[in-house]
T-cell receptor, first 110, second 113 residues
C-alpha cells in the first residue's frame, strides 16, 4: 500500500544552519504531496504542498520539490530560526484520505 | 472564521465511562476526519466522513463510533473507555483531500485511568 517514510529525529541544528528533512514515498498513480508542521501543544498546520511532478512548494522560507524519479519530497530551509522548532510531517494524498509519515522533531539551538 | 474547533480541550475518564468529542468546522468542507496521535506512532486515522450522513472506518476504528448528522459537525464517541484510548485526538476537514490538504483542530487530550 501507499506509505511515507521520513528521517527519524530528533534533528538538532544551530540557528542559521541549513535544514534538510528527507521524505520518500511509495504510491501508485500521482498523489499530491504535503509538509505539515506541528508546534508544541497545537494541531498540524499545512506548511506547503505540491500537486504534480517537478512542482516546488514553498512557504515561510521552506521549500520542497516533487521528484517523481526518486519518489522524494525533501524539505529544505536555508537558514533556520529558533521559532522553527517543531515536529514536521510529510504526507501524501490517497483517494479521500491523507497518509502521514511518523514525523521528525526539529530542535534549533540559539 | 474559526476554522476547525474541538470540544473539550482536556478530559479525564475512568475505565468504562463514555464520552463524546465534538468537532465543528465553518469552512463548508465536505470531508472530515478523526485521528489519534500517540508518541512514536504518528497520526492514525480512526474514522472519516465524505459528506453529511456518511461515515467510514479508518486504520484504527475499534472502540470508537462517529456521526455526521450536520455537514459542519463530526462527533467521535467512546462507548466504554479503556486506558489504551489515552491519546491526543485531532479532527481535520478538507474540501478535497487530494489537492488542498486538510485543516486541523487544536486537539483534545484524553486520559483514561
Amino acid at each position: 500500500g501507499d506509505s511515507v517514510t521520513q528521517m527519524e529525529g530528533p534533528v538538532t541544528l544551530s540557528e542559521e544552519a541549513f535544514l534538510t528533512i528527507n521524505c520518500t514515498y511509495t504510491a501508485t498513480g500521482y498523489p499530491s504531496l504535503f509538509w505539515y508542521v506541528q508546534y508544541p501543544g497545537e494541531g498540524l498546520q499545512l506548511l506547503l504542498k505540491a500537486t504534480k511532478a517537478d512542482d516546488k512548494g514553498s512557504n515561510k522560507g521552506f521549500e520542497a520539490t516533487y521528484r517523481k524519479e526518486t519518489t522524494s519530497f525533501h524539505l529544505e530551509k536555508g537558514s533556520v530560526q529558533v521559532s522553527d522548532s517543531a515536529v514536521y510531517f510529510c504526507a501524501l494524498s490517497r483517494d479521500d484520505k491523507i497518509i502521514f509519515g511518523k514525523g521528525t522533531r526539529l530542535h534549533i539551538l540559539p | 472564521n474559526a476554522g476547525v474547533t474541538q470540544t473539550p480541550k482536556f478530559r479525564v475518564l475512568k475505565t468504562g465511562q463514555s464520552m463524546t468529542l465534538l468537532c465543528a468546522q465553518d469552512m463548508n468542507h465536505e470531508y472530515m476526519y478523526w485521528y489519534r496521535q500517540d508518541p512514536g506512532m504518528g497520526l492514525r486515522l480512526i474514522h472519516y466522513s465524505v459528506g453529511e450522513g456518511t461515515t467510514a472506518k479508518g486504520e484504527v476504528p475499534d472502540g470508537y463510533n462517529v456521526s455526521r448528522l450536520k455537514k459542519q459537525n463530526f462527533l467521535l464517541g467512546l462507548e466504554s473507555a479503556a486506558p489504551s484510548q489515552t491519546s491526543v485526538y485531532f479532527c481535520a476537514s478538507s474540501s478535497t483531500a487530494r489537492r488542498e490538504g486538510q485543516f486541523f483542530g487544536p486537539g483534545t487530550r484524553l486520559t483514561v485511568l
